[in-house]
T-cell receptor
Framework: QKEVEQDPGPLSVPEGAIVSLNCTYS??????FMWYRQYSRKGPELLMY????GNKEDGRFTAQVDKSSKYISLFIRDSQPSDSATYLC???????????FGKGTRLSVIA | DADVTQTPRNRITKTGKRIMLECSQT?????MYWYRQDPGLGLRLIYY???????NKGEISDGYSVSRQAQAKFSLSLESAIPNQTALYFC????????????FGPGTRLTVL
């Protein structure tokens, strides 16, 4: 089992839909949870960051972490065509450890 | 100018050739990383460096080597390229105040024939 599992999709939704993207993980030491967004032919960019469990909201985006279930989610409300990208979850434990990335989910929002 | 630059942006080479990919950053970050990205396999860490004198193997270091020439420069070498090293390669950096935010370069598309 990989440390981080993420459904690669692709996921296609109509404009205005609520999108739910998810990752599961097996390492209970993970404490820092991130979502990166990668547009075609670009490098990934940090979208959301959450420490430990709980929710974090930033505009149309909400990140949730459930450490008891080892499950993280990213919700996108009122999705726009400009949200079309690959979304990668990433996480790490404390100390000098590198990020572990999921494989990414490719999202298309159709106008 | 971009904060993280990679050269070359595209490279086609032949099996057995030695290839060097270079990464430079102007962010003043101490940590630098090399990843490769393949369809269906996501981003995989090749090597990382937390400072000039620190080099660590990542998930898939076999067939690769790195050099941290200065805080701002981190090079990736393929000593004898093989076709399954055809991929998109990204350099990334991170630093204070948050090591969780990595800043990625534009990528190098490498094709090994």
């Amino acid at each position: 089992q990989k440390e981080v599992e993420q459904d690669p999709g692709p996921l296609s939704v109509p404009e205005g839909a609520i999108v739910s993207l998810n990752c599961t993980y097996s390492n209970s030491a993970f404490q820092y949870f991130m979502w990166y967004r990668q547009y075609s032919r670009k490098g990934p960019e940090l979208l959301m960051y959450t420490y430990s469990s709980g929710n974090k909201e930033d505009g149309r985006f909400t990140a949730q972490v459930d450490k008891s279930s080892k499950y993280i989610s990213l919700f996108i409300r009122d999705s726009q065509p400009s949200d079309s990208a690959t979304y990668l979850c990433a996480m790490r434990s404390s100390g000098n450890t590198p990020l572990v990335f999921g494989k990414g989910t490719r999202l298309s929002v159709i106008a | 100018d971009a904060d993280v630059t990679q050269t070359p942006r595209n490279r086609i080479t032949k099996t057995g050739k030695r290839i060097m990919l270079e990464c430079s950053q102007t962010k003043g970050h101490d940590r630098m990383y090399w990843y490769r990205q393949d369809p269906g396999l996501g981003l995989r860490l090749i090597y990382y460096s937390f400072d000039v004198k620190d080099i660590n193997k990542g998930e898939i270091s076999d067939g690769y080597s790195v050099s941290r020439q200065a805080q701002a420069k981190f090079s990736l070498s393929l000593e004898s390229a093989i076709p399954n090293q055809t991929a998109l390669y990204f350099c990334a950096t991170s630093g204070t105040p948050s090591y969780n935010e990595q800043f990625f370069g534009p990528g190098t598309r490498l094709t090994v024939l």
